[in-house]
């Protein structure tokens, strides 16, 4: 059995068996693999196990960091966050300097709450971190990271187009809507779907709508939730003629507007509505004015509307929120669902959220499920519905009522995913 001395001066054992390389015999992988490690035999091994998967490896130690260069979107970086004199935070940065596009793995022997802060870090720098292992490596864990990697075309150019304002969005009717399905957890029957605002750009890529709206006017946040109504009404009509029944529809807000000189001239438009409609309230922004917030929500809530509280425990979405306004739904965010079948911090916060919602005799959505393993275990914690990738991807309205009519509902029955191609269509 190897052993190898880490940074933080204990003996890590690396076993035979969990290390065997077994070659692949024509595998190819676009893009480079960067294994960016200071240990000599880590680094070696690493190397060798995903040359023996068809990629071409670059191994840099922290003094060669060179050789990594020039970086495109089709490569993968294995990055060990303890190097010597150097840390993993300063590569994260280099590679944020560098506009890094690609997907970035980290390994560490420091506990998981480190590490997880460090893949929040990638996050902030705006890097796609796919997953994140502790010492000793565990090589089975490396290859499900590998498995959930979305490859990228390395010709694709890393230049975005320059993002449109919500205000010329709207004017030049460059504003369209995908649907994502929510499904009840025992059931998994679909019983509503989120309508997810996208600007089009100038070349014609789809783009999420949530940078724009820190920017945006409060009439440019009134006129983008009339243009989401309307879309709502074409919902029912579009799937009323596929013979299928339309469920209800979830819609983002922004907290600010809750206020009332914003808020009273959309609420006849959501009473009018042949679809019924849940506000799910934005994190992104406090409230203008608290007390008139909860007027306004608790009297739209007498005549009949529903709000969802949104993103729970990120940012604004706080338990302040959740005691204040009477939402009778909760989302937990995906940055705690993530992992909550292995994380015993993710587990216990996934836990904590729905015995409060439950408490408060709201429903309780947990957001962003993308493995069996997370499902299997929202569901043992009393979770009651759920919704992301491993069920499907946000859909245009053209491939929403293909999938509700091919989606079994039998709960021992793994959903049948509906990838979306870049036009926004179900891909055959």
């Not at 969005?169 to 499904?183: D, K, N, S």
Request: charged share 25%; aromatic share 6%; with cysteine.
């Amino acid at each position: 059995m190897a052993r190898y001395r880490t940074t933080l001066g204990r003996v890590q054992d690396v076993a035979p068996s969990d290390a065997v390389v077994t070659p692949i015999t024509g595998s190819s992988v676009a893009g480079r693999t960067y294994v960016v490690e200071d240990h000599d035999l880590v680094r070696s091994l690493l190397s060798t196990w995903f040359a023996a998967r068809g990629h071409r490896v670059e191994a840099c130690p922290p003094s060669r960091l060179e050789r990594m260069g020039p970086l495109d979107r089709g490569d993968l970086v294995v990055l060990d966050l303890c190097l010597g004199d150097r840390d993993g935070v300063e590569v994260l940065q280099l590679l944020a300097e560098r506009r890094f596009r690609g997907d970035v793995i980290l390994i560490s022997a420091f506990p998981d709450a480190v590490i997880e802060t460090a893949r929040a870090v990638g996050v902030d720098f705006g890097l796609h971190v796919l997953g994140a292992l502790r010492k000793p490596l565990a090589f089975d864990r490396l290859e499900a990271i590998l498995k959930t990697r979305r490859l990228r075309d390395p010709a694709e150019s890393p230049v975005d187009p320059e993002r449109p304002s919500l205000a010329e969005a709207l004017a030049a009717g460059r504003v369209t809507f995908h649907y994502q399905p929510i499904l009840d957890a025992t059931t998994l029957a679909v019983v509503s779907v989120e309508m997810l605002a996208r600007l089009v750009d100038e070349v014609g890529r789809e783009v999420s709508v949530a940078g724009a709206l820190a920017g945006a006017g409060p009439e440019d946040l009134r006129e983008l939730a009339r243009v989401a109504l309307d879309s709502v009404a074409e919902i029912g009509r579009r799937l009323t003629d596929c013979g299928t029944p339309p469920p209800p529809v979830a819609i983002n807000v922004p907290s600010n507007l809750l206020q009332r000189r914003h808020f009273a001239p959309i609420v006849p438009l959501i009473q009018a509505s042949p679809v019924p409609i849940t506000l799910e309230v934005s994190e992104i922004d406090a409230f203008e004015d608290l007390s008139e917030a909860r007027r306004v929500t608790t009297s739209a809530v007498l005549r009949g509307l529903r709000f969802s509280l949104d993103d729970f425990g990120t940012f604004n979405s706080n338990i302040d929120r959740f005691l204040q306004f009477p939402f009778d739904e909760l989302k937990l965010d995906r940055a705690y669902v993530r992992n909550c079948a292995q994380d015993p911090i993710h587990d216990a916060v996934c836990r904590l959220a729905i015995e409060l919602a439950h408490k408060r005799h709201a429903t309780i959505v947990a957001e962003g499920v993308e493995t069996m393993a997370e499902f299997v275990r929202l569901r043992e914690l009393g979770v009651d519905r759920v919704q992301g990738y491993y069920f499907s991807r946000p859909l245009a309205l053209s491939a929403l009522a293909d999938w509700i009519r091919s989606h079994p509902i039998e709960p021992d029955r793994r959903p049948r995913a509906v990838e979306v191609s870049l036009s926004g269509e179900a891909a055959p």
